[in-house]
């Protein structure tokens, strides 16, 4: 089909002129999608960064690559002969573009996982005009906004990546408004219980029933399985689809209330009409688990979903006659998706950035911010140690309050000292931590805050004159 995204490529392919790709972060979300990239004629991964190279090598490995395909010795050599460079370090991706525009790297698939290295990797590929498919969720959530307005000055696609679940939800918002739906709620499901956000590195292997036999053969990294147990994987991945959708956090941010597929348009609707909603056009997360540990009937804990509401009668009656799932009042009705294939599906983001210039979902606004919350009592002086560590975890909340109470985004809870004790179950705010004002991470998201700020300020004055 002309205009495809395959056609596109195809015509690439076939002028000599394939897709060229660099990927920063050899994790199992990039071995996934190098799995693939290997198959699609007219992509060409020219270059991978990790800090390590054996854990590079060993992912392309573990993704099937013939150890010859990448043994380029430089950036250049993998550009001339269809071959792939091995590096320890993301900034030579962009070596290839400096005074060369158009024979470098286009796209940039940043996976590493660091909030702050993410942010700058960004920074440096849009200075290079190069597309930024943004694996890195937690960097997106931390500054994302500000990342993507700077893609867009620049006539450049700053993206989601496609196979997360945010930028799966972001396409069922799409859908939805395309067809002239409002979207109540959009989210995903996951394994939750109350008692999770206290989870550290110590107790996540009991909470996911692995056992010591289990965890000592595979490749397991405790903080990352920890993060996604205790919360904080989840307020960060709804904080990006509130940015990119201008879907807000409730009030108290999630509420992770059990539902099944079956139940999505009954709990997934206003608390005024028997939900569990504080109001309209919400982002939620829903459990697999009932509060007892029970396990929800028909659950949707890999699948993303969407709720969104018949605005007549007519469109009612329409629900009903195709066999839609609604609530008992026919109003509110739901779809999902039951899973994601992670870096299996990450080359349709890719694609679409090279050949179409389109995002898979991006920030538009400052919806959303992810804090650090006291998992326990904190001593002044301990160290904090970030996402799914041992002192705290993320929490959503609507970014205007954020701001307003001066919360430290959870990206930013990494190393850092704490100046006083903080209470288990307390939000930690920027004047309780000794930071580097100079640290250029931190100097981006307060340049984030000071222009979502005006843009606001500025809002108000429009409406209020």
Known sequence: MEGSILHLLRARQAAGKPLRVGVIGAGKFATMFLSQARRIDGLHVAAIADLSRERAQAALSRAGWPADQYRARSLDEAMKNGSTFLTESGNALFEGSKGNPGQGIEVVVEATGDPGAGILHALRALKQGIHVVMVNVEGDVLAGPLLAEKARRAGLVYSLAYGDQPALICEMVDWARACGFDVVCAGKGTKYLPQYHASTPDTVWDHWGFSAETVAKGDFNAKMFNSFLDGTKSAIEMGAVANATGLGPQSEGLGFPPCGIDDLAHVCR???????????????????????????????????????????????????????????????????????????????????????KEATGSASDFMGDVVAVAKRDVAAGEILDGEGGYCVYGKLLPAERSMKIEALPLGLAHHVPLLKEIKAGQIVCWSDVRFDEQDPVVRFRKEMERQFEKKREGLARRWNP
């Open 270 to 356: 206003p608390q005024e009409d028997g939900g569990q909603l504080s109001r309209k056009g919400t982002v939620e997360v829903i459990s697999s688990l009932e509060r007892d540990g029970r396990p929800v009937y028909r659950d949707l804990r890999w699948g993303v979903y969407i709720t969104f509401e018949g605005h007549s009668d007519y469109v009612r009656n329409c629900f009903a006659d195709y066999g839609m799932k609604t609530d008992s009042s026919g109003r509110y009705t739901a779809l999902y998706r039951p899973y994601h294939l992670i870096g299996l599906e990450l080359s349709i983001s890719v694609l679409r950035a090279g050949l179409r």
